[in-house]
């Protein structure tokens, strides 16, 4: 009678493994095996981090071994499992591999096939077509889409983290649960103190290191020393946690009526503000999104206010960005003056602080929710619904949409729900932030998530012209390392651009993304449809590229960059100035987060920029899906691509008092999980 080796590897997390009784049937090309419990006399089976294998006599000859059914029935009381995958070993010596890494809650059953990926093409055998239909038939009904609010990319239906597939929830809850990181880091940085003392401002601007001084690091110890000049204020909009905002200006706005006698004495070069606008050395910031948005009502003692600022920079001499002139909100009048370098210590200090605390908000809201955490949720549902485990793309991606579900469902519970923590210390909590995100729908287009032609368009492509844009010299590495690695595994699994057009799975996936993600919106300019290699390797460069380095480089400087409360105020508590000449230190302190609010903040930030125990960084793939040699190797030279970079950027690092090292791909998770 034939005889199978099967060997069965648990999951190492925590409660993976299991005491419930396993049942195993192998299904062939002549016939389908008896099922057998996997059982070893006086042996704890399944436990976790264990590889265990088993021998399986069957009556007939089975044929090729083309799926693997599992049963997992309860013992005592239900206990899930997370199976890593199952080998087996048939009667010839050939070695079968199945990969799973999911999770069989209660009285579960699973059916794998094994781990070479397949279009759809290349199934012809009717149970193998047939098992790929039933798949994405069971995800569709477990993966909904939901609008959580009007005009929203729409996201996962399920109304809190424990709602969510066993598969795509945290290991542990507990790791990314807000209310208690938000505690832990109050506790931590020993502010616990201050957290109640709402309405309480500070005494001064030393009086802020009272909660700072406990985590200070390099980066933000140099953010609190040098944030009033203004080389450190110009250099944030380049290389700070939220680089995208700052473009080359083409022409000077109608709304913003500077003049060069205004600037002329922050001018080197003995040029009108029009030449030094032609000559290409201006620069523009506007954040006209937050123009007539709420600002936070929800704290009735408590009044909190918006700006809608331009800055204007200028590269200088010494080929640094330096601002030169600020307008706090987007009509010109006499109660909205244009401040000026030189102006009066404290008018511009305290613009230059609108500045910074508008950056915030749109860091925050669009930058960081918006176009990285709900984009990559986007594709993560729509992976899900549409492709199933053995398609070649779900197995590039799955890595990529790792616990983004999770966090965002968690966010949605705590962070950015009405009455979430959110609204706390944040100006446009309350609701602004939603309607922030609604404005942001319609810059959300495909191609500014192309990281090489999102810099183009702001002009700020030019690298000999404009230096020290260290987001974009890294990002273009990385970019460029994706796709270089997209192209490989594309190459391996469609032979012609006739191949992707006929993928219909995958022209589901994209029409997903599309429909419901970017809501049919043309305007959007998302592909409804992908008809060429070349096309498709670019449209996985965006996936893969937002959940990874483009989530890190506005993620993981949050600490850094907005610890350092008066360099990224949450929240001012007086209106912008309209007069020059008045403003005083007591009234910037007044105006500032009070001590309750400052701690929060400083929780956030802290929370916000910690990885992950055991984090997967940018081209580690523990868990095997594909198992095909030419995809191993491509992953490998992807991998020795990614070192390369890391090498490149620690090189430029060296002796720099500010290094950049977000977009290091030894600092760049796999995913969107925090
Ligand atoms: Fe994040």
Not at 20 to 46: A, M, Q, T
Not at 287 to 316: E, H, M, R, S, V
Not at 406 to 418: D, F, G, S
Not at 579 to 588: R, S
Request: charged content about 25%; glycine content about 4%.
């Amino acid at each position: 009678m034939p005889s199978y080796t099967v060997t069965v590897a648990t999951g190492s997390q925590w409660f993976a493994g299991t005491d419930d009784y396993i049942y195993l049937s192998l299904v062939g090309s002549s016939g389908c095996s008896e099922k057998h419990l996997l059982d070893k006399p006086f042996y704890n089976d399944f436990e976790r981090g264990a590889v265990d294998s088993y021998d399986v006599t069957v009556d007939e000859e089975l044929g090729d071994i083309q799926l693997i059914k599992i049963e997992k029935r309860k013992y005592w009381l239900h206990d899930d499992w997370y199976l890593k995958y199952i080998t087996v070993k048939t009667p010839c010596g050939d070695y079968i591999e199945f990969p799973c890494y999911r999770w069989i809650s209660g009285e579960g059953e699973i059916v794998l096939r094994d781990g070479r990926a397949k279009l759809a093409c290349d199934d012809q055998i009717h149970i193998l077509k047939q098992h790929r239909r039933k798949e994405l038939e069971t995800r569709q009904k477990q993966y909904r889409w939901m609008e959580w609010n009007p005009g929203f990319p729409l996201s996962i239906d399920a109304k809190c983290h424990k709602d969510l597939p066993r598969d795509i929830q945290f290991d542990s809850e507990k790791g990314v649960d807000f209310v208690l990181n938000y505690s832990k880091a109050m506790e931590n940085l020993f502010i616990n103190r201050f957290m109640h003392m709402f309405q309480s401002s500070w005494s001064d601007f030393a009086d802020f290191e009272k909660i700072f001084v406990r985590i200070s690091n390099t980066i933000s110890e140099r953010v609190m020393n040098h944030w009033q000049e203004d080389l450190m204020f110009g250099y944030q909009f380049l290389n700070g946690c939220n680089p995208v905002m700052i473009q080359r200006c083409l022409k000077l706005p109608d709304n913003l009526p500077v003049t060069t006698e205004m600037v002329e004495c922050s001018l080197e070069r003995q040029l009108t503000l029009e030449q030094e606008v032609e000559q290409g050395n201006i620069f523009i910031v506007d954040f006209k999104l937050l123009d007539g948005i709420d600002a936070n009502k929800t704290d009735p003692c408590t009044l909190q206010f918006l700006a809608a600022p331009i800055c204007l920079l200028y590269k200088n001499l010494a080929n640094k960005i330096v601002p030169i002139a600020i307008q706090l909100n987007q009509v010109p009048g006499e109660e909205n003056p244009i401040f000026l370098p030189s102006d009066a210590k404290y008018d511009w200090l305290l613009a230059k602080i609108w500045v910074r605390s508008s950056d915030f908000h749109i860091h925050q809201t669009i930058t960081h929710l918006l176009r990285t955490h709900l984009v990559s949720e986007v594709f993560g549902i729509a992976m899900y619904r549409q492709l199933p485990a053995v398609h070649p793309i779900f197995k590039l991606l799955v890595a990529h949409v790792r616990f983004t579900i999770a966090i965002n469902t968690k966010a949605r519970e705590q962070l950015i729900c009405e009455y979430g923590l959110f609204d706390k210390a944040n100006a446009t909590g309350g609701g602004g932030h939603v309607q922030m995100v609604q404005r942001a729908m319609q810059d959300l287009t495909y191609t500014s998530l192309c990281f090489p032609e999102a810099i183009k368009a702001r002009g700020m492509d030019n690298t000999e012209d404009i230096p020290y844009y260290f987001y974009r010299d890294d990002g273009l590495l990385v970019w460029e390392a994706i796709k270089t690695f997209m192209a490989e595994v594309v190459d391996i699994y469609y032979k012609s651009d006739q191949v992707v057009e006929e993928d219909q799975e995958l022209q589901d996936f994209v029409k997903d993304v599309y429909m419901y993600g970017m809501r049919g919106k043309k305007a959007s300019g998302f592909p409804k449809c992908i008809k060429t290699k070349e096309k498709l390797c670019e449209y996985l460069t965006v996936v893969i590229f937002t959940a990874s380095a483009q989530h890190a480089a506005v993620n993981f400087g949050q600490y850094d960059w907005c610890s350092w409360i008066p360099n990224a105020p949450p929240t001012m508590r007086a209106p912008p100035p309209t007069a020059k000449g008045v403003v005083t230190i007591e009234q910037i302190v007044d105006t500032l987060p009070d001590r309750g609010r400052s701690c929060w903040h400083l929780g956030a930030v802290w929370a916000l920029s910690q990885f992950q125990d055991n984090e997967l960084f940018l081209g580690m793939y523990p868990e095997e899906h594909f198992i095909e040699k030419p995809v191993k190797e491509a992953m490998a030279r992807f991998r020795k691509n990614l070192d390369s970079i890391v090498s490149v950027i620690a090189e430029r690092n060296k002796n720099k008092k500010l290094p950049y090292y977000y977009l290091s791909p030894d600092r760049i998770p796999n995913s969107v999980a925090i």
